[in-house]
């Protein structure tokens, strides 16, 4: 059989002029050349990890493509221990947790990279929000557990899901402790804890963006799948008491999710409020259903598309599918580029012009839920109120709402009649925002691929047999690859008319029309976690001394810290970029401290060409530090061969000790030269072992207790203290919050001023200086101070270094020594800018 298959997809090829891999049915390069959008082509990457689909809809065809790059744009490596997380923004702001990961659209975010062939980016990101300092998993509504048994079912691994069980547990009961509601048996959250703001309940609350307490069908769904998924990791962890327990958890919030949150005479699943609230006269009352009380009192209307959400878990029995009468209805949630989050004409929908109101506007987050939502009653309830014609409509208009001037895109909310992301779509923030899922939309809907714990696959696809072809191949499945293939003449593939399921490249099942097919597969292989340790050490996101970056030019508007951010993205805007823009030298270089030798086998250079003069070096020489002079690193093997930008050039060479790396780029005619990231990667143990800071530095004082001591003349209110400037950590960007700053001060200059507690002798201080482009920028220039016991004086300058004062990089200064108990910096600020600093240095001589 397998030799016929072979036989047939190798005649295809030929005749179509490509290149197939044995067992491939689709060409994987020829499949990425289709699309034109890549601003990410490392197309090796993409031929390892993703699956790949093709179909006659092209606008889902590009999506899917675009939506798999928008996953590399949020890959964040956070640190050696941490490993891989990701991130929401395109910015990592105040409210997020380490490493710029929100738990808001974390379920969405594993259902998508669970299908990534390379599983440490899904357990990594698994493992993060349960033992990573700084995580925040229960800030926001999140499906933790169903998540972790979702991705189990396709990245099958006894270990990795039984020990990440304690975790899962007391996420569990932690939210219990919180939400809890006894007398009725279910969970309150917030709307804007679930990531809904200003929405309709909230809106009849004195606090109309976070609302107040409500048993959510939404919330209590998820709450439902999490127990329900404890229960299944606690059978395969051989527990059946706390397996016993979560079922029938579960089994209980299902009832009375169905009993009190569904209303018969809306036929509609609504929150029920669990507080009293008056506003301008009305009373909402405890434990009423949307508009039973309140301003709009008996109003027929209330429904959110939140309501949907059970279905997104398969939740509640049959009976309740009346609800979906409306999703189709113009008249209700329907639209355009829909469908709107309120229904349409009640009494307090809106389309708001700004962020971030759940009033109408149609949001990707809660399309994701609706949609997967949808695919289950159609896969799995008897109905006839959608149809399967009805999910290929509403996919397609969720792929071409991904779009903005005519390219593949997505911000926060769209209007829902016109398609633009006008007012949802906020600079080095909102651009490809990743807060939704589309390509597990293809996968377990379109296609129908539905995991489960067991070796008889089901799919169940909702691709229309008027649809002449589609296939899924490379389809990573509990330790096997898949492929689906829909060929209603037999010619496209060459598979022979029908559906076709192959497996590990043999067919393992067929049949002549498009419908449900159950597939018999080998038995799960686990899907192995990895044998080496291996870590980025040039990653810094802690603010830690080591590793440290120094350039001979920074360009303007670029900066260091994105280097070794754990990040890579090679778009122009939003900014995550080191450039040499205006440097007058045709070579520039880059170096990496990292504080003591390290195991070094492999570097990472994901070197920039954005068309608007940052290109691709002519030529870059990798060098280490032998503690006298700067080497080459020996044995180097380049992939590829010439610098090449929007991609990672890789460099591999025998493991060597190395504490310096320097990388000189050569620039080409017409440009200067650039990275978005770079990695040193080697072998490792555990636990990881940082480097300590360097002694010397006198201004030092990481506790905050005794001498050295901070003071200034004016701090900002909103946490940018003296002593976070002498802590040891150097952050440049706004969130973790490290630093001090003077915003808003109505002085034209200000201080920073060091209190050694007894006198020293120093000769040098390194300002990093703070840069937000907005309240706080470099300031015109600075004035390093010594007091003499009496009145401060300025020191004996001897080099400065930029001379013109940098953001988001080192400025040094060096003076005659000067034996001083207190050194202060004055900043003469620029123009209406105020000025600040994420760490100051002090160097004894």
Same mark, same amino acid.
């Given at each position: 059989?397998?030799?016929?298959?072979?036989?047939?997809?190798?005649?295809?090829?030929?005749?179509?002029?490509?290149?197939?891999?044995?067992?491939?049915?689709?060409?994987?390069?020829?499949?990425? $050349?289709?699309?034109?959008?890549?601003?990410?082509?490392?197309?090796?990457?993409?031929?390892?990890?993703?699956?790949?689909?093709?179909?006659?809809?092209?606008?889902?065809?590009?999506?899917?493509?675009?939506?798999?790059?928008?996953?590399?744009?949020?890959?964040?490596?956070?640190?050696?221990?941490?490993?891989?997380?990701?991130?929401?923004?395109?910015?990592?702001?105040?409210?997020?947790?380490?490493?710029?990961?929100?738990?808001?659209?974390?379920?969405?975010?594993?259902?998508?990279?669970?299908?990534?062939? !390379?599983?440490?980016?899904?357990?990594?990101?698994?493992?993060?929000?349960?033992?990573?300092?700084?995580?925040?998993?229960?800030?926001?509504?999140?499906?933790?557990?169903?998540?972790?048994?979702?991705?189990?079912?396709?990245?099958?691994?006894?270990?990795?899901?039984?020990?990440?069980?304690?975790?899962?547990?007391?996420?569990?009961? %932690?939210?219990?402790?919180?939400?809890?509601?006894?007398?009725?048996?279910?969970?309150?959250?917030?709307?804007?804890?679930?990531?809904?703001?200003?929405?309709?309940?909230?809106?009849?609350?004195?606090?109309?963006?976070?609302?107040?307490?409500?048993?959510?069908?939404?919330?209590?769904?998820?709450?439902?799948?999490?127990?329900?998924?404890?229960?299944?990791?606690?059978?395969?962890?051989?527990?059946?008491?706390?397996?016993?327990?979560?079922?029938?958890?579960?089994?209980?919030?299902?009832?009375?999710?169905?009993?009190?949150?569904?209303?018969?005479?809306?036929?509609?699943?609504?929150?029920?409020?669990?507080?009293?609230?008056?506003?301008?006269?009305?009373?909402?009352?405890?434990?009423?259903?949307?508009?039973?009380?309140?301003?709009?009192?008996?109003?027929?209307?209330?429904?959110?598309?939140?309501?949907?959400?059970?279905?997104?878990?398969?939740?509640?029995?049959?009976?309740?599918?009346?609800?979906?009468?409306?999703?189709?209805?113009?008249?209700?949630?329907?639209?355009?580029?829909?469908?709107?989050?309120?229904?349409?004409?009640?009494?307090?929908?809106?389309?708001?012009?700004?962020?971030?109101?759940?009033?109408?506007?149609?949001?990707?987050?809660?399309?994701?839920?609706?949609?997967?939502?949808?695919?289950?009653?159609?896969?799995?309830?008897?109905?006839?109120?959608?149809?399967?014609?009805?999910?290929?409509?509403?996919?397609?208009?969720?792929?071409?709402?991904?779009?903005?001037?005519?390219?593949?895109?997505?911000?926060?909310?769209?209007?829902?009649?016109?398609?633009?992301?006008?007012?949802?779509?906020?600079?080095?923030?909102?651009?490809?925002?990743?807060?939704?899922?589309?390509?597990?939309?293809?996968?377990?809907?379109?296609?129908?691929?539905?995991?489960?714990?067991?070796?008889?696959?089901?799919?169940?696809?909702?691709?229309?047999?008027?649809?002449?072809?589609?296939?899924?191949?490379?389809?990573?499945?509990?330790?096997?690859?898949?492929?689906?293939?829909?060929?209603?003449?037999?010619?496209?593939?060459?598979?022979?008319?029908?559906?076709?399921?192959?497996?590990?490249?043999?067919?393992? %099942?067929?049949?002549?029309?498009?419908?449900?097919?159950?597939?018999?597969?080998?038995?799960?292989?686990?899907?192995?976690?990895?044998?080496?340790?291996?870590?980025?050490?040039?990653?810094?996101?802690?603010? !830690?001394?080591?590793?440290?970056?120094?350039?001979?030019?920074?360009?303007?508007?670029?900066?260091?810290?994105?280097?070794?951010?754990?990040?890579?993205?090679? $778009?122009?805007?939003?900014?995550?970029?080191?450039?040499?823009?205006?440097?007058?030298?045709?070579?520039?270089?880059?170096?990496?401290?990292?504080?003591?030798?390290?195991?070094?086998?492999?570097?990472?250079?994901?070197?920039?060409?954005?068309?608007?003069?940052?290109?691709?070096?002519?030529?870059?020489?990798?060098?280490?530090?032998?503690?006298?002079?700067?080497?080459?690193?020996?044995?180097?093997?380049?992939?590829?061969?010439?610098?090449?930008?929007?991609?990672?050039?890789?460099?591999?060479?025998?493991?060597?000790?190395?504490?310096?790396?320097?990388?000189?780029?050569?620039?080409?005619?017409?440009?200067?030269?650039?990275?978005?990231?770079?990695?040193?990667?080697?072998?490792?143990?555990?636990?990881?072992?940082?480097?300590?800071?360097?002694?010397?530095?006198?201004?030092?004082? %990481?506790?905050?207790?005794?001498?050295?001591?901070?003071?200034?003349?004016?701090? $900002?209110?909103?946490?940018?203290?003296?002593?976070?400037?002498?802590?040891?950590?150097?952050?440049?960007?706004?969130?973790?919050?490290?630093?001090?700053?003077?915003?808003?001060?109505?002085?034209?200059?200000?201080?920073?001023?060091?209190?050694?507690?007894?006198?020293?002798?120093?000769?040098?201080?390194?300002?990093?200086?703070?840069?937000?482009?907005?309240?706080?920028?470099?300031?015109?220039?600075?004035?390093?101070?010594?007091?003499?016991?009496?009145?401060?004086?300025?020191?004996?300058?001897?080099?400065?270094?930029?001379?013109?004062?940098?953001?988001?990089?080192?400025?040094?200064?060096?003076?005659?020594?000067?034996?001083?108990?207190?050194?202060?910096?004055?900043?003469?600020?620029?123009?209406?800018?105020?000025?600040?600093?994420?760490?100051?240095?002090?160097?004894?001589?």
């Amino acid at each position: 059989m397998k030799t016929s298959f072979l036989f047939g997809v190798c005649l295809v090829a030929m005749l179509l002029g490509i290149s197939i891999a044995d067992g491939q049915v689709l060409d994987k390069q020829q499949m990425l $050349d289709r699309q034109t959008f890549w601003q990410n082509r490392d197309f090796d990457w993409f031929q390892a990890n993703i699956p790949f689909f093709d179909s006659p809809d092209e606008a889902i065809n590009t999506t899917y493509y675009y939506r798999w790059e928008l996953v590399t744009r949020h890959i964040c490596y956070g640190s050696p221990p941490s490993g891989y997380s990701f991130t929401e923004f395109a910015n990592r702001p105040f409210w997020s947790g380490a490493y710029g990961a929100i738990s808001c659209p974390a379920g969405h975010q594993i259902y998508e990279v669970r299908w990534l062939h !390379d599983p440490r980016y899904v357990r990594d990101y698994l493992r993060y929000w349960f033992r990573t300092p700084g995580a925040q998993p229960r800030n926001y509504s999140f499906w933790a557990a169903d998540s972790a048994w979702a991705t189990h079912l396709v990245q099958p691994n006894r270990e990795f899901i039984v020990d990440l069980l304690p975790d899962l547990v007391e996420n569990y009961q %932690a939210w219990r402790r919180r939400h809890w509601v006894p007398e009725k048996a279910l969970f309150w959250q917030l709307g804007h804890d679930e990531g809904m703001e200003f929405d309709i309940n909230a809106q009849q609350t004195r606090d109309i963006l976070r609302g107040g307490q409500s048993l959510r069908p939404s919330f209590n769904a998820y709450m439902w799948a999490d127990a329900h998924a404890l229960a299944n990791i606690a059978e395969l962890a051989g527990d059946a008491v706390t397996a016993a327990k979560y079922r029938e958890e579960a089994d209980r919030v299902k009832v009375q999710v169905q009993n009190l949150l569904w209303d018969p005479k809306r036929q509609f699943f609504f929150p029920m409020s669990n507080q009293r609230h008056e506003k301008d006269g009305h009373v909402v009352e405890k434990h009423t259903l949307t508009y039973e009380t309140g301003r709009f009192a008996g109003s027929p209307h209330g429904r959110e598309l939140h309501g949907y959400v059970p279905w997104a878990f398969g939740m509640p029995d049959p009976g309740f599918e009346q609800a979906w009468q409306f999703l189709m209805d113009p008249d209700y949630f329907y639209a355009a580029f829909g469908p709107t989050t309120v229904e349409r004409h009640d009494p307090l929908f809106v389309l708001q012009p700004g962020c971030c109101w759940w009033s109408g506007q149609s949001w990707p987050f809660a399309t994701t839920q609706t949609l997967k939502a949808m695919a289950n009653v159609l896969q799995n309830y008897q109905q006839e109120h959608i149809s399967r014609d009805d999910y290929l409509h509403m996919l397609h208009k969720f792929a071409v709402t991904h779009r903005k001037d005519g390219k593949p895109y997505i911000a926060e909310a769209v209007h829902p009649d016109t398609g633009s992301w006008a007012g949802h779509d906020m600079p080095n923030r909102s651009e490809h925002y990743f807060h939704s899922g589309f390509t597990d939309l293809v996968i377990t809907g379109l296609v129908g691929v539905q995991p489960s714990d067991g070796d008889t696959l089901t799919i169940d696809p909702l691709a229309p047999d008027t649809w002449d072809y589609f296939a899924l191949d490379n389809l990573p499945y509990r330790g096997h690859r898949l492929a689906v293939v829909w060929d209603k003449t037999g010619q496209r593939y060459g598979l022979g008319a029908g559906l076709h399921v192959l497996v590990n490249g043999d067919k393992a %099942a067929s049949r002549p029309t498009l419908a449900k097919i159950n597939v018999d597969l080998p038995p799960a292989v686990e899907v192995p976690m990895p044998t080496e340790v291996r870590y980025n050490y040039a990653v810094n996101n802690d603010g !830690d001394w080591f590793p440290r970056l120094s350039a001979s030019h920074v360009g303007p508007g670029s900066s260091l810290a994105y280097v070794n951010d754990g990040q890579f993205r090679y $778009d122009l805007r939003p900014v995550n970029r080191w450039t040499t823009l205006g440097s007058t030298s045709d070579s520039d270089w880059l170096v990496v401290d990292l504080g003591l030798a390290r195991p070094i086998d492999t570097v990472k250079l994901y070197l920039l060409d954005d068309g608007e003069g940052v290109i691709a070096p002519a030529s870059f020489d990798l060098e280490f530090h032998d503690g006298r002079d700067w080497k080459p690193v020996p044995a180097q093997q380049r992939r590829p061969a010439e610098p090449v930008g929007r991609r990672p050039n890789t460099v591999t060479f025998p493991v060597m000790e190395v504490a310096k790396l320097r990388v000189v780029f050569h620039h080409a005619e017409g440009g200067r030269s650039g990275l978005t990231a770079l990695e040193a990667w080697g072998p490792g143990e555990r636990p990881y072992t940082p480097a300590p800071p360097p002694a010397g530095n006198v201004a030092f004082n %990481a506790t905050g207790e005794g001498y050295p001591q901070a003071s200034a003349s004016h701090s $900002d209110r909103f946490g940018g203290r003296p002593e976070r400037a002498i802590d040891g950590k150097i952050i440049y960007s706004p969130t973790p919050m490290n630093r001090w700053t003077s915003y808003e001060s109505p002085n034209e200059q200000d201080w920073l001023e060091v209190d050694f507690g007894q006198a020293k002798t120093v000769s040098r201080a390194v300002l990093h200086i703070y840069d937000d482009r907005g309240g706080v920028q470099p300031p015109n220039d600075y004035i390093v101070q010594a007091w003499t016991g009496r009145a401060w004086r300025d020191v004996n300058v001897a080099s400065r270094d930029p001379e013109k004062p940098t953001g988001s990089m080192a400025n040094t200064i060096t003076f005659a020594p000067v034996t001083t108990s207190k050194v202060r910096v004055l900043f003469i600020h620029d123009g209406r800018a105020r000025s600040g600093l994420t760490e100051l240095e002090i160097w004894e001589k």
